[in-house]
């Protein structure tokens, strides 16, 4: 969507968002458990999210959950908190 910012579903792989975002995108520990996008939230929480929830499964990233069931995360945005910060950053300054 923006710089940092991307949308994925619950059932894409780590291993293909981590190409997609590159190499800042460390799934570490995830990816020796579990596969998908939704699978890493789970596991981090210990439960399916709500939608709405923030997660920060993985240092730099946030996964805000757009949409999920009672069963498993269906919509994920990743934003790249970094990025994400500066890009902030310069919206401010050219406003001043």
Do not use: C, W
Request: charged share 35%; no cysteine.
């Amino acid at each position: 969507t923006g710089e940092g910012v991307f949308v994925v579903d619950g059932k894409a792989e780590i291993d293909d968002v981590a190409k997609m975002i590159g190499e800042d995108f460390a799934a570490g520990e995830h990816g020796e458990y579990v596969d998908t996008i939704g699978g890493m939230i789970f596991n981090t929480l210990g439960r399916v999210p709500a939608r709405g929830e923030v997660v920060q499964a993985i240092p730099g990233f946030e996964f805000h959950v757009l949409d999920a069931d009672p069963r498993r995360v269906k919509r994920v945005r990743i934003v790249e908190i970094q990025k994400s910060e500066r890009r902030r950053r310069a919206v401010r300054a050219e406003q001043a």
